[in-house]
């Protein structure tokens, strides 16, 4: 069974960083992409940034656009998002999700609080 595995979520103050990374493991199929959406309370998930195995094609939500980077390691089929001058509204459940033949599948999620 695919599993997705999230880390690096936690606490952080307006204008601080923190990476999240995703791990998918149990495939013998070629990760076709994989991305982050986020879920704050009482809003539905939304895209944050995705990335393409074909080309390392990425595109962001315009709410992250120069804040944010997604990256990959194909090798460790495992994917990256740095985020930089976090702001109060980037408080989510950060989700990765992964792209494999036809199939999407999703991590459980980890908590990013912004506050002060």
């Known amino acids: 069974q695919v599993q997705l595995v999230e880390s690096g979520g936690g606490l952080v103050q307006p204008g601080g960083s923190l990476r999240l990374s995703c791990a998918v493991s149990?495939?013998?199929?070629?990760?076709?992409?994989m991305g982050w959406y986020r879920q704050a309370p009482g809003k539905q998930r939304e895209l944050v940034a995705m990335i393409r195995r074909v080309g390392d094609a990425t595109n962001y939500a315009d709410s992250v656009k120069g804040r944010f980077t997604i990256s990959r390691d194909s090798a460790k089929n495992t994917v990256y998002l740095q985020m930089n001058s976090l702001k109060l509204e980037d408080t989510a459940v950060y989700y990765c999700?992964?792209?494999?033949?036809?199939?999407?599948?999703w991590g459980e999620g980890t908590l990013v609080t912004v506050s002060s």
């Open positions: 149990n495939t013998i199929f070629r990760v076709n992409a």
């Open positions: 999700k992964a792209q494999i033949e036809f199939s999407d599948y």
